[in-house]
């Protein structure tokens, strides 16, 4: 029962932006509906918390993924090609000046 509790409020609170103290308020308000034990709001707010930042970090993944890709299609060079050719330029300015 409490594990669904646990995914409804995840998928209910915006699991990435879930923050300590909005994990402590809501397990104090399940405490007082009688749906948590107080023996178990250290474990419920630490779990609470990991998941969001588990589902946080994987959602940044799919996100850079995605901007990754768009960036391709629109041919728009990414960082490490604009320092490749920042590194070729500084060679030949180098090698002209020698």
């Known amino acids: 029962m409490a594990d669904l509790i ?17 994990a402590e308020k809501l397990a104090k308000d399940l405490i007082k509906g009688g749906e948590l034990s ?3 709001e250290a474990k419920f707010i630490k779990e609470l918390i990991t998941k969001s930042e588990k589902i946080g970090g994987d959602i ?6 995605i901007v ?3 960036l391709k299609k629109l041919d728009i060079p990414t960082r490490k090609d604009l ?3 920042k590194q070729k ?10």
């Open 83 to 85: 320092d490749d050719i």
């Open 38 to 40: 107080e023996t178990e």
């Open 68 to 70: 990754e890709k768009s």
């Open 6 to 22: 646990k995914n409804m409020i995840l998928a209910g609170l915006g699991v990435a932006s879930i923050t300590k103290e909005k």
């Open 60 to 65: 940044n993944k799919k996100i850079e993924k």
């Open 89 to 98: 330029l500084d060679r030949l300015v180098k090698q002209k000046k020698d």
